[in-house]
Antibody, heavy 122, light 112 residues
Framework: QVQLQESGPGLVKPSQTLSLTCTVSGDSISRGGFYWSWIRQHPGKDLEWIGYIYNTGGTDYNPSLKSRVTISRDTSKNQFSLELSSVTAADTAVYYC??????????????WGQGTLVIVSS | DIVMTQSPSFLPVTPGEPASISCRSSRSLLHSNGHNYLDWYLQKPGQSPQLLLYLVSNRASGVPDRFSGSGSGTDFTLKISRVEAEDVGVYYCMQALQTPPFTFGPGTRVDI
């Protein structure tokens, strides 16, 4: 059973960089057929896909955030990470990591972490 | 980006009765492979979202058969044949055809 767990600071100051890590157990982030996503949920409950990292290490980002986002990975620790720069209050949200199945023409988020709340405030 | 809309935004339900949620996309979600790339997710209170249906009507592992999906192109429907208490939460539709980005609907809150 795959499990994902987000970790990182719950409070970030405006203009700084938000950094989160997702630790995956029960699966390998290098396994074919799956990508690894970051998704956030604002206080108003809207869900926004941030981006994903491929099993090969390539990335795709939401164009609305692309200039500020970097997703990377550490295969030795089976972790992938999110960096979001120049944050503002609008980046306050619950951040989820999720496994994205892309095999056989699918594109679905089949496993999610529990989420971590990040507040941007001075 | 493809914009997703849902109706209603709030749906009061009665256990044992059917329920239905509509989802509409700003562009057709029909791929040349014949599949519509429309998924449904349920976020139960205090939990992260979970996959409910994919490619319109395919139930994810463990999802009861009282949940069904239909539609094609730009109009889709999620139906619950007989609502149970455990079905309360927020239901989101999501398009996975034109990515990036994946885009979600605003959600429909279902409550008893």
């Amino acid at each position: 059973q795959v499990q994902l767990q987000e970790s990182g600071p719950g409070l970030v100051k405006p203009s700084q960089t938000l950094s989160l890590t997702c630790t995956v157990s029960g699966d390998s982030i290098s396994r074919g057929g799956f990508y690894w996503s970051w998704i956030r949920q604002h206080p108003g409950k809207d869900l926004e896909w941030i981006g994903y990292i491929y099993n090969t290490g390539g990335t795709d980002y939401n164009p609305s955030l692309k200039s500020r986002v970097t997703i990377s990975r550490d295969t030795s620790k089976n972790q992938f990470s999110l960096e979001l720069s120049s944050v503002t209050a609008a980046d306050t949200a619950v951040y989820y990591c999720a496994r994205t199945e892309v095999a056989a023409g699918l594109k679905r988020f089949d496993n999610w972490g529990q989420g971590t709340l990040v507040i941007v405030s001075s | 980006d493809i914009v997703m809309t849902q109706s209603p935004s709030f749906l009061p339900v009665t256990p044992g009765e059917p329920a239905s949620i509509s989802c509409r996309s700003s562009r057709s979600l029909l791929h040349s492979n014949g599949h519509n790339y429309l998924d449904w997710y349920l976020q139960k209170p205090g939990q992260s979202p979970q996959l409910l249906l994919y490619l319109v009507s395919n139930r994810a592992s463990g999802v009861p058969d009282r949940f069904s999906g239909s539609g094609s192109g730009t109009d889709f429907t999620l139906k619950i044949s007989r609502v149970e208490a455990e079905d309360v939460g927020v239901y989101y539709c999501m398009q996975a055809l034109q990515t990036p980005p994946f885009t979600f609907g605003p959600g429909t809150r279902v409550d008893i």
